[in-house]
């Protein structure tokens, strides 16, 4: 089935370039030094040369979410097209030449014929000898153009010269749009092909420049200068001296743009896109170090007068990615100069000679945040598990006390935590203090006194007997930061146990309160750290986890769209990466809505990205759709990978279903949708439709209230047969399987409701448009029937709400609109509203039940929810889609392994989305995606 997807026109066909220089040259500037100073202070010829500007981005909606149309097969991903910005192409750095008016002071003034002001001398094809100019026009337009700047020593013989540089004369005379198959030239540029010779070395203002060296290229005007290494050095059959320059990126030059600006400003990242330029754009040599990617890497340990760079980046999927050791190798010695016993220079290590995935730790905790009722760790844990890797969900922490219990119902090992993740961290800090002060040499031998801890009475409960005597402590059951008590004072307390009385009695105290219990303190402290009652840095592996940006919902009309950093209800992402600041754990993964890629221009995706990059993470960004991954549920949603220096950074899997749709990405985030290429091979499952879910489910009516009922057929279709599959085969417990359904009851509509849900037909496409007295449009607007008198429920309300015919100005199919069977899910949400939402069943008079709505997130039929009707269909739309985040989870099991490549994407095995154990498919080696 061929899948339709309205994407939104791409914004760039090569990163956004080097458009705000985060180094300057003037005195002053961080990276100013006076060794530095004397290099690039230089005479420059009358040919003042610049980057081209890249297209402005338009505030109009419109032109920020141009759409384009293509058919594509599943989760297919948009051509790569040259990306449009107010109507021109939007240019990686490279230069033009700004061409003055003569003045007195030029002493060499411009000839430049047949061209429009400015020039674009880096435009790919070269500047020919224009129709009747006389030779020495011709020569004086060549002098200007080349300026002061001259090759030095003898032309590369021919022959190794088209070995070394072939792209440069196959086809002479001719235009080529790519490097080479590898596209690694800008996708804008057309490379020169009409080259006369290459040489080893140029001389600049007179300074030597040799093939290997950094230099600074001129920027625009205003703007600090490029940075990049010549790989080249070569003379057109016109005389035209140019240069191949490999560009590095600052980092407001990336994906981070604006929210770059704490970023050591010494700081570039390594790229494969390259240039060609005029010779004179050069302005002086720079040193540039490679150095050892680590986690504790400070900027004060760098010399002041270089650049250093630890990542390679990549505008595919934004990513940041470790350099393997010694594949620049080469890029470090000719282009640094630095003192090879520099202890920050890469040092290649020698290659082991022992099977590295056998002494990897056989088991990965987890910390799972905002975790909901559990769907992105459960389904990491069961994807980690296909890929052969045990990942164990050891904490989780959530807001939600009703979703904490459906949580530590399916995962009664967890340590479930109901609380903030602001508190929850602040606990972390505190835990911290108390295991460095009582888990020591001394203390893990000292002898746990038998005296009794004495304390004054708790002031929150009363005792029996009333006496004024002290209590006694038993035991300290448990810890947090906040106010769980609702005392009005918010820090580190402590929930005691009293002797002699039960857990009713149990109160939660502030260590001031405590001073006597010192002993007390010790033993729980000590047995807490012994079972990772909470992590400390360094015992979690991996951090998962979705932090709610309530300020960007588009529901909000009070949106801080200038800074949305600065709006509360957008804070729980600086929380999240504050967290894993303090913890620094070996993988990160965050969800979140595609709007905080479109929201305030994508300001806090930009965000999160940055942090992880700041802190010296690797990171990925892609954009998944649900429906790719085997449910029938459209559900596009963000994924950001974090991967620490030493690991293999995550894959993002590339869809295993055919599907069908429907939505846009945000324009400058269109090669971030993960999906195949036009053209590329590939084998998907077949789409998954309604049908699939729902027909084996019983008959149930709108006031249906059972919390548990049997089955009332065998399953009908593979995604049935596993979904409903006993949990004992993903725990790999003895437990005897129970063929009961759980939670298989809608949410009952009201009166009003349930007697308009009786008039809608049970066909395809039926909605509240086919209620009597309502009309429609040459427009499709809806309207009440003039000529019929409105009909009335038994309430006095009307039959058609008017709620009904106002939505999207009576453009609206979604009120009371059935499902069918041939149809997928857009998003499932949090309430099944009627009103608004196309949410009733396609053959009974109800909404979709608790069960059907979890099977539309992929969770298995096993997995119960707690809280109310409504509290259980808000913990099921919150949550991410099982099916999605275990693909993830088993290409994180491949990056643990080290078994996945270095490129964005990998292919799942075949059959994955029914496999239930590493064994059950084939290896994954043979679909990595380089």
Same mark, same amino acid.
């Given at each position: 089935m061929a899948a339709e997807i309205p994407f939104n026109a791409p914004d760039q066909a090569a990163p956004n370039g080097h458009l705000t220089a985060g180094a300057s040259t003037e005195a002053g500037d961080p990276g100013y030094s006076e060794l530095n100073a004397c290099w690039i202070q230089l005479p420059l010829s009358p040919v003042s040369v610049s980057a081209t500007p890249p297209g402005k981005e338009t505030k109009s909606s419109a032109a920020y979410e141009g759409i384009c149309e293509s058919k594509l097969r599943s989760g297919e991903n948009c051509p790569r097209r040259r990306p449009v910005a107010n109507g021109q192409p939007r240019r990686s750095p490279r230069t033009v030449a700004n061409i003055s008016a003569p003045s007195s002071e030029n002493k060499r003034p411009i000839v430049v014929a047949d061209q429009p002001y400015p020039v674009r001398v880096n435009a790919g094809s070269v500047s020919k000898k224009p129709k009747n100019v006389s030779s020495t026009s011709s020569l004086k337009k060549l002098e200007d153009v080349n300026g002061s700047s001259f090759f030095v020593g003898d032309p590369v013989p021919a022959e190794e010269a088209m070995h070394r540089w072939p792209h440069h004369y196959a086809l002479h005379g001719a235009k080529r749009n790519r490097w080479n198959s590898s596209g690694i030239f800008d996708d804008e540029d057309e490379i020169i092909l009409n080259v006369k010779c290459h040489y080893l070395q140029a001389n600049v203002a007179g300074f030597v420049f040799d093939l290997g060296d950094c230099a600074h290229v001129k920027g625009e005007n205003g703007k600090s200068d490029y940075v990049g290494r010549i790989i080249e050095l070569f003379e057109t059959t016109e005389g035209q001296y140019y240069f191949t320059i490999q560009w590095f990126f600052r980092a407001d030059d990336t994906v981070m743009k604006d929210q770059a600006g704490w970023h050591d400003k010494k700081r570039l990242f390594y790229s494969n896109l390259r240039n060609d330029n005029p010779l004179d754009c050069i302005v002086s040599k720079v040193r540039v170090v490679q150095v050892s990617p680590s986690l504790e890497l400070k900027s004060r340990s760098t010399p002041l007068y270089y650049f250093y760079y630890d990542m390679e980046y990549s505008v595919e999927y934004s990513t940041f990615q470790t350099i393997e050791s010694g594949e620049k190798s080469d890029f470090s010695s000719n282009c640094s100069g630095a003192d090879p016993s520099d202890s920050m220079l890469m040092k290649p290590p020698k290659k082991?000679?022992?099977?590295?995935?056998?002494?990897?730790?056989?088991?990965?905790?987890?910390?799972?945040?905002?975790?909901?009722?559990?769907?992105?760790?459960?389904?990491?844990?069961?994807?980690?598990?296909?890929?052969?890797?045990?990942?164990?969900?050891?904490?989780?922490?959530?807001?939600?006390?009703?979703?904490?219990?459906?949580?530590?119902?399916?995962h009664p090992e967890v340590q479930v935590r109901n609380e903030k993740v602001d508190d929850f961290l602040e606990l972390l800090k505190e835990w911290s203090k108390l295991c460095s002060k009582y888990v020591s040499s001394a203390s893990e031998s000292h002898k746990v006194s038998p005296r009794s801890s004495k304390l004054e009475p708790p002031k929150l409960k009363t005792c029996n007997d009333r006496s004024p005597k002290e209590y006694e402590v038993l035991h300290i059951e448990d810890i947090c930061f906040g106010d769980p008590d609702n005392s009005g004072k918010h820090g580190l307390k402590f929930k005691v146990r009293w002797k002699g009385y039960d857990p009713s009695a149990d109160t939660w105290e502030p260590l001031e309160n405590l001073s006597n219990c010192e002993d007390r303190i010790r033993d729980f402290v000590r047995k807490g750290f012994l079972l990772k009652l909470l992590p400390l840095p360094g015992d979690v592996d991996v951090i998962c986890g979705g932090p709610p940006c309530q300020g960007i919902s588009g529901y909000n009309r009070f949106r801080n769209t200038d800074a949305p950093l600065d709006d509360e209800r957008n804070q729980q992402i600086v929380v999240f990466m504050d967290t894993v600041q303090y913890l620094k754990p070996k993988y990160v993964l965050m969800e979140?809505?595609?709007?905080?890629?479109?929201?305030?221009?994508?300001?806090?995706?930009?965000?999160?990205?940055?942090?992880?990059?700041?802190?010296?993470?690797?990171?990925?960004?892609?954009?998944?759709?649900?429906?790719?991954?085997?449910?029938?549920?459209?559900?596009?949603?963000?994924?950001?990978?974090?991967?620490?220096?030493?690991?293999?950074?995550?894959?993002? /899997?590339?869809?295993?279903?055919? &599907?069908?749709?429907?939505?846009?990405?945000?324009?400058?985030? *269109? %090669?971030? =949708?993960?999906?195949?290429?036009?053209?590329?091979?590939?084998?998907?499952?077949?789409?998954?439709?309604?049908?699939d879910l729902l027909s084996d489910l019983p008959l149930v009516t709108n006031t249906e209230d059972r919390e548990q009922m049997p089955y009332s057929m065998d399953p009908q279709t593979d995604f049935q047969r596993y979904i409903r599959r006993p949990m004992f085969e993903d725990s790999g417990s003895a437990t005897i399987p129970n063929p009961i359904l759980y939670d298989h009851r809608p949410l009952p509509l009201g009166e009003d409701d349930y007697l308009r849900v009786l008039q809608i037909p049970r066909r395809k496409g039926?909605?509240?448009?086919?209620? /009597?007295?309502?009309?429609?449009? &040459?427009?499709?607007?809806?309207?009440?029937?003039?000529?019929? *008198? %409105?009909? =009335?429920?038994?309430?006095?309300?009307?039959l058609v709400p008017n709620y009904a015919i106002n939505l999207w100005n009576g453009k609206s199919f979604r009120s009371f609109a059935r499902l069918w069977w041939d149809e997928v899910v857009s998003t499932v949400l949090t309430v099944p509203d009627s009103h608004c939402q196309a949410v009733l069943h396609p053959e009974q008079d109800r909404v979709l039940t608790i069960r059907e709505t979890a099977r539309l997130q992929g969770f298995p039929d096993y997995y119960r929810f707690c809280g109310t009707v409504r509290e259980r269909y808000r913990q099921i739309g919150n949550a991410v889609a099982v099916p999605v985040s275990r693909a993830l989870g088993y290409t994180l099991g491949l990056a643990w392994m080290k078994q996945c490549g270095d490129g964005p994407l990998v292919t799942l095995p075949s059959k994955f989305a029914y496999s239930r154990t590493a064994e059950d498919h084939s290896s994954s080696s043979s679909g990595v995606q380089e």
């Open positions: 082991p000679t022992f099977d590295i995935c056998k002494f990897r730790k056989s088991e990965l905790a987890l910390l799972d945040l905002y975790s909901g009722c559990g769907g992105m760790s459960t389904g990491l844990c069961l994807g980690a598990k296909a890929a052969g890797i045990n990942l164990v969900t050891k904490w989780s922490i959530d807001l939600n006390k009703a979703a904490c219990e459906s949580l530590k119902l399916n979140n809505v595609v709007d905080i890629l479109r929201f305030a221009k994508g300001t806090l995706g930009r965000y999160a990205l940055s942090r992880l990059i700041e802190m010296r993470y690797q990171a990925r960004l892609g954009i998944m759709a649900a429906s790719c991954y085997g449910v029938p549920q459209f559900r596009m949603r963000v994924f950001l990978w974090g991967c620490h220096p030493d690991e293999k950074l995550p894959q993002f /899997p590339l869809p295993n279903h055919d &599907a069908i749709l429907k939505g846009s990405t945000p324009v400058e985030f *269109e %090669r971030n =949708l993960v999906g195949y290429d036009e053209g590329q091979p590939r084998i998907l499952e077949k789409a998954l439709v309604l049908e039926a909605n509240f448009r086919d209620l /009597p007295g309502v009309i429609v449009g &040459a427009d499709n607007r809806v309207t009440l029937d003039p000529s019929m *008198e %409105r009909k =009335l429920l038994p309430s006095g309300r009307p």
